[in-house]
């Protein structure tokens, strides 16, 4: 089983940047796919970004293109996402998520969550 907490998120202006970890606890992180997902108010859970266990394979959703960036350090049980470009339509809150899946994609096929951080962008 995996612990995951989410940090970095907060308050930026339009433009600008942040960089989001999520750290593991439990056993067996480098064997997860993990993906980033977000949800802004009355909106369901998007998907973001994912990474594969090794850091190979890396995959993007259409909006979040060219301006985030996945990435994971297995020897630190995190992954990250750097977030440039921010613009109002990004502010949600932002989840990572861990799955046993090799090329996990959408939500159901996750199995372990983190609480979230808030991502609040001003215009």
């Known amino acids: 089983q995996v612990q995951l907490v989410e940090s970095g998120g907060g308050l930026v ?3 600008g940047s942040l960089r989001l970890s999520c750290a593991a606890s439990g056993r067996g992180f480098s064997t997860y796919t993990m993906g980033w997902f977000r949800q802004a108010p009355g909106k369901e859970r998007d998907f973001v970004a994912r990474i594969s266990a090794s850091g190979t394979n890396i995959y993007y959703a259409d909006p979040v293109k060219g301006r985030f960036t996945i990435s994971r350090d297995n020897a630190k049980n995190t992954v990250y996402l750097q977030m440039n470009g921010l613009k109002p339509e990004d502010a949600a809150v932002y ?3 861990a799955s046993r899946i090799l090329l996990a994609g959408v939500l159901p096929e996750y199995d372990y969550w983190g609480q979230g951080t808030q ?3 001003s215009s």
Do not use: E
């Open 119 to 121: 991502v609040t962008v």
């Open 13 to 15: 202006q339009a433009g």
């Open 95 to 97: 989840y990572c998520a």
